[in-house]
């Protein structure tokens, strides 16, 4: 089995920063792109950047400039650095990793448990 345990989220005002952790362990082979999502209430989930195995990223523009997704391939872990934060950022934030266990043909999707971000003076 494989699990994504998030660490990072709370609160900070307006301008502030925050990094976001996301590491993943189990009985893997390897782990192809990764991502980080956020949903608010009442509104979609929605991506906020993705990274590949080798380092390319993608990001929306309501985050471009000001959030930056990286990745430690050595200790199975993604990074959200989140600088100058507006209180439109405030949601739960997950991450997500593609990921081929030991044993499996075929990969398959991984969700960590969601972290809350919170925006606001």
């Known amino acids: 089995q494989v699990q994504l345990v998030e660490s990072g989220g709370g609160l900070v005002q307006p301008g502030g920063s925050l990094r976001l952790s996301c590491a993943a362990s189990?009985?893997?082979?390897?782990?192809?792109?990764m991502g980080w999502y956020r949903q608010a209430p009442g509104k979609q989930r929605e991506l906020v950047a993705g990274?590949?195995?080798?380092?390319?990223?993608n990001y929306p523009d309501s985050v471009k400039g000001r959030f930056t997704i990286s990745r430690d391939n050595a200790k199975n872990t993604v990074y959200l650095q989140m600088n100058s934060l507006k209180p439109e950022d405030t949601a739960v934030y997950y991450c997500n990793a593609d990921i081929h266990e030991w044993g499996e043909r075929y990969l398959k999707m991984y969700w960590g448990q969601g972290t809350q971000v919170t925006v606001s003076s």
């Open positions: 189990g009985s893997i082979f390897s782990i192809n792109a």
């Open positions: 990274i590949t195995r080798g380092g390319s990223t």
